[in-house]
């Protein structure tokens, strides 16, 4: 397998995730990155209230002939993950209310052991055009071990904190979706129906990689994962079977460096206007600092990884701080 420094940045691996991996040496994984197809089952066009075209999941890929033959391709792509992955790695996998149940029940059945399941609320929902259902405003990602009774896995449990005002970072991330200049075009049109946004990457690959390890992506699409990996330094081993999408991946993660700023503008928890983690962020918007802020970033992740005992004592500590400064505010607000 290839080196991080001998990695050619477009070299995606063409094909089959399943197949590929079986091909592959067990365990040199350290996370994967998995988005898959959801099975949506959409049957007609989306429309808007105005009669135009949404422009939704239409692709073969994400066409299955009944839920049982999803549940058999879920498990094959599971289990080809959990062999390439090392004893300590981690899955993270991200889906809708429309496949994320099999996929928990599939990954537990497997073996994987659930750390966390973060909930994804975006910011800028797509509304629910006809009122006839709650407007649809997240999607689920399951961080889960290879194994049970694994308890060295990464958890950057201070670089999180830093990133949300020093508050423990919550399992729900409030993100946009995609738009704008981060959105990879093809001919003025989306190159992919389902990019997901750098931020949401980058927090997943900085709270439980360290440089210089792999990230696997199986379904790497537009390339959101090796875009994110590459900033703070991290390699990447990606897979995909479409040929149009590796070529805007590769032409997309040669430009990774110039759209950090909005790799890493991720709001702070509280969603307050500005938070110290924020103003940093926001500072690398000059050009002068766009190239070294990523990686310092990722640096001081290293640094801060912590032991999953040392993160339970800073917990620990964290919450009496907070229950301390509660109390304080409590004491105050009666008082004026
Ligand atoms: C949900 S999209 C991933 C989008 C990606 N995360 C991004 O941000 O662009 C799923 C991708 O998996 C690919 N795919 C589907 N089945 C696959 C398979 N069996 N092996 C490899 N790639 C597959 C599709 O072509 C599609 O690009």
Redesign the pocket.
């Known amino acids: 397998m290839d080196k991080p420094s001998s990695r050619r940045l477009d070299r995606v691996l063409v094909g ?3 197949a590929l991996m079986a091909g592959m040496p067990e365990g040199p994984v350290d996370m994967v990155f998995a ?4 099975n949506l089952q959409l049957q007609n066009d989306l429309k808007r209230p105005d009669d135009s075209r949404v422009d939704a999941v239409a692709d073969d ?1 994400d066409k299955f002939a009944s839920f049982s033959a999803y549940d058999d391709f879920t498990r094959a792509w599971l289990y080809a993950c959990r062999r390439v992955l090392k004893p300590n790695g981690a899955l993270w996998v991200i889906g809708s209310y429309h496949n994320i149940y099999r996929v928990g029940a599939i990954l537990q059945d497997l073996g994987f052991w659930i750390l966390n399941d973060v909930v994804w609320r975006k910011s800028n929902p797509m509304p629910n055009f006809r009122g006839t259902r709650f407007t649809n405003a997240h999607e689920t990602m399951i961080w889960a071990t290879r194994d049970r009774k694994q308890k060295s896995y990464t958890f950057n449990y201070e670089a999180m904190k830093a990133m949300n005002d020093e508050l423990q970072m919550r399992s729900d991330w409030l993100i946009p979706l995609c738009t704008g200049a981060e959105r990879v075009k093809r001919g003025g049109k989306k190159a ?1 129906p ?3 946004p750098e931020a949401l990457l980058y927090r997943a690959i900085l709270a439980a990689t360290r440089p210089g390890e792999l990230v696997l992506d ?8 090796g875009a994110v990996a590459r900033k703070p330094g991290r390699d990447w081993l990606p ?4 040929g149009d ?1 590796v070529e805007a991946a590769g032409d997309r993660i040669r430009r990774a460096t110039p759209s950090a700023a909005a790799a890493l503008a991720t709001p702070a928890q509280r969603d307050e206007p500005r938070s110290p983690i924020r103003a940093v962020l926001e500072r690398e918007d000059s050009p002068a600092a766009r190239p070294s802020t990523g990686a310092a970033l990722g640096v001081s992740a290293v640094g801060a990884a912590t032991s999953v005992n040392a993160a339970r004592a800073a917990a620990t500590r964290s919450d009496s701080q907070s229950r301390r400064s509660r109390r304080r505010s409590v004491r105050s607000s009666a008082a004026a």
């Open positions: 089959d995730c399943v988005d898959p197809p959801y890929w992919h389902t990019q997901k199986p379904f790497f699409g537009s390339g959101t994962t897979i995909e079977r479409e999408d």
